[in-house]
């Protein structure tokens, strides 16, 4: 079937300006990651949304960033007045929600700030 | 901070078994451990997991120590294409969603 949708694949923007990035979970998956890549590095959580509870926005690293999702369905990760740092890879990942299921990833947004 | 250790690097010849080890000495009885790969560009994609008993799909073998204090990923004939890094994870179901991932293995596979 098909597997976590995000897009763009690419975005390029200059310093200071708005950007959204949007993932499409693999469908009856009710949990939702997002996860930031910098160049050479590991993988940073960011925040996760578990069915209708509260999301876990613990690893968002300034009010710069928020995210949304819509019922169990697509999720928009947005980052406000973008600054060089925020250039990475933002992978989205999804799963059910119960128990040891594995997350499944897209193939991330490629984020480039000039 | 993560919870496994991994090599840093290891290389395989092609057609060649795999195996890829993780440390988890500090494991407590309900965390599974998960294992992924990163190849170059794409996201991280899942292989396979488990909590005490070895497990077997159809990408890999994965054999967890009687105190599973370590486990070993096995790739039974690996291919120029199994060339990524592998990702060794230790998650509990009770403890969210994120997974915390360390450095990993990088992994060759030379022809």
């Known amino acids: 079937g098909a597997g976590v949708s995000q897009s763009p694949s690419n975005k390029v923007t200059e310093k200071g300006k708005d950007v959204e990035l949007r993932c499409d979970p693999i469908s009856g998956h009710t949990a939702l990651y997002w996860y930031r890549q910098r160049l050479g590095q590991g993988l940073e959580f960011l925040i996760y949304f578990q069915g209708n509870s509260a999301p876990d926005k613990s690893g968002l690293p300034s009010d710069r960033f928020s995210a949304e999702r819509t019922g169990e369905s697509v999720s928009t990760l947005t980052i406000q007045r973008t600054q060089q740092e925020d250039s990475a890879v933002y992978l989205c990942a999804s799963s059910y929600l119960y128990g040891n299921q594995p997350q499944h990833f897209g193939d991330g947004t490629r984020l480039s700030i000039l | 901070d993560a919870k496994t250790t991994q090599p840093t690097s290891m290389d395989c010849a092609e057609g060649r078994a795999a195996n890829l080890p993780c440390n988890h000495s500090?494991?407590?009885?309900?965390?599974?451990v998960y294992w992924y790969r990163q190849i170059h560009s794409q996201g991280p994609q899942y292989i396979i997991h488990?909590?005490?008993n070895n497990e077997t799909n159809e990408m890999a073998s994965l054999i967890i120590t009687e105190d599973r204090k370590s486990s070993t990923l096995i790739l039974p004939h690996a291919t120029l294409r199994d060339t990524a890094v592998y990702y060794c994870?230790?998650?509990?179901?009770?403890?969210?969603?994120?997974?915390?991932f360390g450095q990993g293995t990088e992994l060759s596979v030379k022809p």
């Open positions: 500090t494991i407590s009885g309900n965390e599974y």
């Open positions: 994870i230790v998650r509990g179901n009770n403890q969210g969603g994120k997974l915390i």
């Open positions: 488990g909590l005490k």
